[in-house]
């Protein structure tokens, strides 16, 4: 959910990975094999202490992959690959893009572009699991973006369902 993972997101991209989009997305999409199970505090590593506490509720939990999976005929099992015919499917309510200038959220039930939540954002913001309850500086894109980088925007962890959190932990 958004309320749960905007935050954690925000600031790993501000301080684990001293505002670097490409270091982050190699951690969170490139290094694992298949998917995250968990976002952990981990991605709070070097975030001032008080940032951390206001985000978890001063519980820690590591973040972990989906790398313990075992599929029904023994193969090894393969990177999820969601789009928006599969989200529905696959029981995905929330979808992530790391995009340059910030961070995507894209609601499946509202196929299409999201929200783009800058990467300065303050992470304390309280975000609600509803975008248009969100405060400035969040814009809505109207068009998907059709210039092409060095790479393509990439969906960021947090897109596989992570289970309920407890109030304390986001």
């Known amino acids: 959910m958004p309320s749960n993972h905007l935050p954690l ?14 270091a982050m997305a190699q951690h969170l999409i490139d290094d694992i094999a ?8 981990d991605l709070l590593d070097d975030a001032p202490p008080t940032l951390v506490a206001t985000l978890t509720g001063g519980e820690h939990w590591p973040s972990r992959t989906l790398d313990h999976l075992i599929t029904p005929d023994g193969s090894p099992p393969v990177r ?40 300065d954002t303050d ?4 975000f609600s699991d509803h975008p248009a309850h969100w405060p400035p500086p969040i814009t809505t894109r109207r068009t998907p973006t059709t210039s092409r980088t060095a790479r393509p925007p990439r969906p960021a962890a947090g897109a596989a369902p992570t289970g309920p959190r407890t109030a304390a932990r986001r």
């Open 9 to 22: 997101l925000l600031a790993a991209y501000q301080y684990k990975f001293g505002r670097d989009v490409e």
């Open 123 to 126: 992470p304390s913001t309280p």
């Open 34 to 41: 298949v998917g995250w199970d968990e976002l952990g505090t």
């Open 80 to 119: 999820m690959t969601v789009t928006d015919t599969t989200a529905s499917d696959l029981g995905i309510p929330w979808g992530y893009i790391l995009h340059p200038q910030g961070i995507e959220v894209i609601s499946m039930a509202h196929t299409g572009t999201g929200p783009l939540v800058a990467w």
